[in-house]
């Protein structure tokens, strides 16, 4: 008698089972990108504590519950760096302990990167630790926007969906083309070739690339243009633009070389140090980056356009949350 009661009891959990619920939730570093997801998705920004001691540690308290939830946490690592990092270590080991039914953390910007191999001895490859560490605080599954290095990918041991910003820069890139059609997208470096080639292609246009050296970190030597651009209304793309000193100084060399307007299109607008002294007084007509990144008040310059990638990434968590592809979001 009991064990028909179990079978029952079993049976009305397998027909019967709640849907899942989708819960999103942000840190600190970028909560107005967390909110327009939210608005895009038709739900609210999850209700979560965070405060520091006064010592400056972290105190995080999740503040409803998420038990057997999807739960997705959108937190870029950004400035400050390190203090966001933490915080979001904190944050995934806080939603592990309440029993989720799994995890996402949603990584519009991943620091370290650049750091994904021994280019010398004796140096740490950072984009790995990070990516161990972010595991191991209790995530189980990441979607990251517009790596710096694609490799980074396979560095995570869990799911990892890495998604490009290419539509959102093309559409913008289309309005310029629309006014002027001698577009030529130009690769600040030779690592940047094969971004340079998607644009490229989507928009029919000629590249150009930018034979560099960097001597020293956030210092880079622009030695000559590989293409031409002579005439024509120049494109630099990257993936982020740091101290904008490899971005400027080619968009100078474009216009030595004839180009007869220099735009540009990046991602991440880290935008750290005399990144926008050199932005404004560069020939650089307009920059367009997305909200990937929060762009304080006083680094808005007027030509610099912030793109929305909040459709992109809210398209991403539903997917995930209903068990659909993502892959048709990676081109």
Known sequence: MEDLFVEERTSELKTS??????????????????RDIAQILGIEVGPIRIANFSDGEIYVQIQESVRGANVFLVQPICHPINYHLMELFIMLDAFKRASPRQITAVIPYYAYARQDRKAQGREA???????????????TRVVALDL??????????????HLFSTPVLVSWMKEKQAED???????PDVGGVTRARVFAKKLDAPIAIID???????????????????????VIVDDMIDTAGTITEVAKLLIREGAR?????????????????????????????????????????????????????????????????VSTLFD
Not at 19 to 25: G, I, Y
């Open 17 to 34: 089972s709640p849907a899942r619920v989708l819960k999103l939730f942000t840190g600190s570093a970028n909560p107005a990108l967390a």
């Open 125 to 139: 490859i950072t984009s790995k630790l990070i990516a161990d560490l972010i595991t191991t605080a209790g995530a």
């Open 148 to 161: 710096h290095a694609p490799q980074i990918q396979g560095f995570f041991d869990i799911n990892t969906d």
């Open 181 to 187: 059609d001698s577009l030529v997208i130009v690769s």
């Open 212 to 234: 560099k050296r960097r001597p020293k970190h956030n210092i880079a030597e622009v030695l000559h243009v590989i293409g031409d651009v002579k005439g024509r209304t120049a």
């Open 261 to 325: 307007e220099v735009y540009a299109a990046a991602t991440h607008a880290v935008l750290s140090g005399p990144a926008i002294d050199r932005i404004a007084d560069s020939p650089i007509k307009e920059l367009a980056v997305t909200n990937s990144i929060p762009l304080p008040l006083e680094k808005q310059l007027p030509k610099i356009t912030v793109l929305s990638v909040s459709p992109l990434l809210a398209e991403a968590i539903l997917r995930i949350h209903e068990d659909l592809s």
